[in-house]
């Protein structure tokens, strides 16, 4: 019941503000001299900004109530002037909320002002401002003010509300001023007068739209971020989808009046009768669906963006997916053709207006062409989808869990997947279809994680792979899940070399936790946003020498910035522990050495030594260098690199190339996708 009444009372306090602004701004338009300012249909609009200004505090108040009880979760706050004080002295929302309210009284007062005053450009201009600050404040306690670069979308989200005002709040005016027009109110030369106002308000509206549309396509683009495919399978994303119909139909009658009904106007009194009639009833109804729009965009506001909700179940049986089916050229050439029908579509539409075709061709060829160009252009891309496709995994992509997944892989995959899966096991030629490679190719890019879940949980190919539903538990599942994209960015990561990619954070690898031999204990994400980190995989005594050197080099690697970890690659007796740390300055892993090792043992690959045969060959010592945004840039095998970091002004070089970087990406998620 709460959140109805909250829906509610935002609802009434952001419509009333929207028409408030738009009203004023009409009224603006029409005040071109004092002989006109006193015709009935501006005196009947500017009585109502009072109430409006009203029925916006009464609003405010609702939707305080309502956030206090919800916020709370006591139902009795809602009304209880402790809660209210509490909540307004102590929290961001009460104090924007203080500064609403505040914004409200004054619009209040000019309103009351305008309606006994004289009527002037300048008090519509001041009552238009301050209603536009109320619109504008409000934008800091939504969503866009959460998000990173929130001063951008908060700007964006304030203009598409303050833009849609102008256009909304303007139409209850045109109503009334075309009312004038086609039943012949008044003198020629008042009837003209309307007409500008009119046609003034349609070329204002054009901007508004401009501005409405572009930074609603920043703000939804802020809300989406790549969840694409929420938009068919949240509530945000369908009340997206519905404002966007709503608003092409708006768009369609607004067209139409710009180019027909309004130019009537200016003609003779039968036809401005005539054209005002249309105009006052399809305007009528563009603010009926305006206001249908407001409601939808005032839901929209309150609903979880698509970008933080959870698609648990995927309801359609595919999906559209570029990475999977872009590589083949029917794919792109079948698409490029879709493209074109579509475009000829719509260059048909004002070609048959021209040509003067009947009209039955005229809608008829412009839709067979736009179905044949939709169909072209989505059917090749469209893959088949479960209803895990796209469910977010519990699990972070780990070392932990990657080891898991490593002695589940080994225990129950191998004989078909073969040890490093590329589906070379011993069973797979004996198999109906074989195994694909998911080592080498881009299957784990191609293919969600949850749609793993599914084969994992269901098997595949009528029982070719069987079910692990009921053998694994659900965290082990996806355990097998992470080890396989791990396994897959291993691969992929045969191209870094002891040299840095400038500007290219694109390798990104478990994190880990770890303690350490000295006391200390942390995890890889500890490090982002301070420092870069020199992960030093060693095996005792073979990487004797190079210990030994990071032990004198280390001081001037730490005076960089870059902090050293040491894991040792096999469990070492307490005795040669003991030895490898003498004279340490930096720490040395005891617990959680064997999951790191495990997991960074995958990102062996070199673009000289694939290492693809068998069961792997893992190399004795591994340095792997991260930039402190948390992205693997550089990593140094001695078996294939050669000397490679050995040169230690190679090694600073590289560090402070690193050191001089922004940040180029957000640090990497915690999950696989």
């Known amino acids: 019941m709460i959140e109805v009444a909250g829906a509610l009372f935002r609802c009434l306090q952001l419509g009333a503000n929207m028409m408030l602004l738009g009203g004023c701004v009409f009224l603006a338009i029409a005040e071109v001299n004092t002989a006109t300012s006193g015709h009935p249909w501006m005196g009947r609009l500017k009585r109502t900004f009072p109430w409006l200004a009203i029925l916006l505090l009464i609003g405010l108040i609702g939707v305080l109530a309502t956030t206090i009880a919800q916020a709370t979760g006591v139902s009795e706050n809602a009304w209880s002037p402790l809660a209210w004080s509490d909540f307004l002295q102590k929290t961001r929302v009460g104090f924007i909320w203080i500064l609403r309210a505040a914004s409200a009284l004054v619009v209040l007062a000019i309103a009351l002002y305008i309606r006994t005053a004289p009527s002037t450009q300048w008090r519509y201009i001041l009552c238009a401002s301050v209603a536009a600050l109320t619109i504008a404040l409000g934008s800091l306690a939504s969503h866009s003010a959460a998000e990173e670069e929130a001063l951008l979308a908060t700007l964006s989200y304030a203009l598409h509300l303050i833009a849609a005002s102008v256009w909304f709040g303007g139409l209850p005016g045109v109503v009334l001023a075309a009312s004038s027009v086609s039943v012949k109110i008044g003198s020629p030369d008042e009837r003209a007068h309307m007409s500008a106002v009119v046609s003034r308000f349609s070329a204002l509206a054009l901007p508004m739209m401009i501005a409405i549309v572009t930074s609603g396509v920043i703000v939804a683009d802020r809300m989406i971020d790549t969840n694409y495919a929420g938009l ?21 009658i607004a067209s139409r009046a710009k180019s027909v009904w309004v130019p009537s106007l200016k003609q003779d009194s039968k036809t401005a009768a005539a054209g005002g009639q249309k105009l006052r009833t399809w305007i009528t109804v563009e603010f009926v669906l305006a206001v249908i729009l407001v409601i939808v965009a005032t839901l929209l506001a309150n609903a979880v963006p698509v970008k933080h909700d959870i698609i648990d179940y995927w309801p359609y049986p595919f999906r559209f997916s570029i990475d999977a089916t872009w590589d083949d050229w029917l794919v792109r050439t079948i698409v490029g053709i879709g493209v074109v029908l579509v475009i000829l579509a719509g260059l048909m539409l004002p070609l048959g207006r021209k040509k003067h075709w009947p009209t039955l061709w005229r809608i008829a060829v412009p839709t067979v062409l736009g179905i044949l160009g939709v169909a072209a252009t989505t059917y090749p891309i469209a893959v088949q989808s479960y209803p895990e496709t796209y469910r ?107 040299r840095i990619l400038p500007q290219q954070p694109f390798m990104v690898t478990p994190n880990f936790s770890y303690a350490a031999y000295d006391g200390s204990s942390g995890t890889l994400k500890d490090y982002r946003g301070k420092q870069g980190l020199l992960l030093v995989l060693f095996s005792w005594p073979d990487s004797r020498v190079r210990l030994d050197q990071l032990r004198t080099a280390s001081p001037m690697i730490l005076k960089t910035g870059t902090a050293i970890l040491g894991v040792p690659m096999t469990e070492l007796p307490q005795e040669e522990l003991a030895l490898a740390m003498q004279g340490m300055p930096f720490p040395i892993v005891t617990q959680g050495a064997r999951e790191i090792s495990r997991s960074y043992v995958l990102f062996r690959r070199t673009l000289s030594i694939p290492d693809l045969f068998g069961e792997g060959n893992p190399p004795k010592h591994m340095e792997f260098l991260f930039d402190r945004f948390g992205y693997l840039r550089a990593r140094w095998i001695p078996e294939s690199d050669a000397s490679g970091w050995t040169d230690l002004g190679l090694l600073t070089q590289q560090i402070t190339q690193l050191d001089q970087e922004r940040e180029i990406l957000p640090p990497p998620g915690d999950h696989v996708h």
Request: glycine share 8%; charged share 15%; net charge neutral.
């Open 232 to 252: 068919v399978a949240t509530t945000y994303g369908w009340l997206l989808i519905t404002k966007l119909t709503l608003l092409v139909i708006i768009l369609a």
């Open 392 to 498: 977010k995994t519990p699990v972070p992509f780990d070392a932990i869990s990657i080891a898991n997944g490593v002695d589940l892989f080994t225990a129950n995959c191998i004989p078909c997947h073969g040890p490093q899966a590329k589906g070379n096991g011993v069973l797979a030629k004996t198999l109906p279809k074989q195994p694909v490679d998911l080592l080498t190719e881009p299957h784990t890019a191609m293919h969600t994680a949850g749609d793993f879940f599914h084969w994992l949980t269901y098997g595949r190919f009528n029982g070719i792979m069987p079910p692990f539903g009921e053998k694994f538990s659900e965290e082990e599942r996806w355990d097998v899940l992470n080890f396989l994209h791990a396994n897959a960015r291993g691969y992929q990561s045969r191209i870094i070399t002891p």
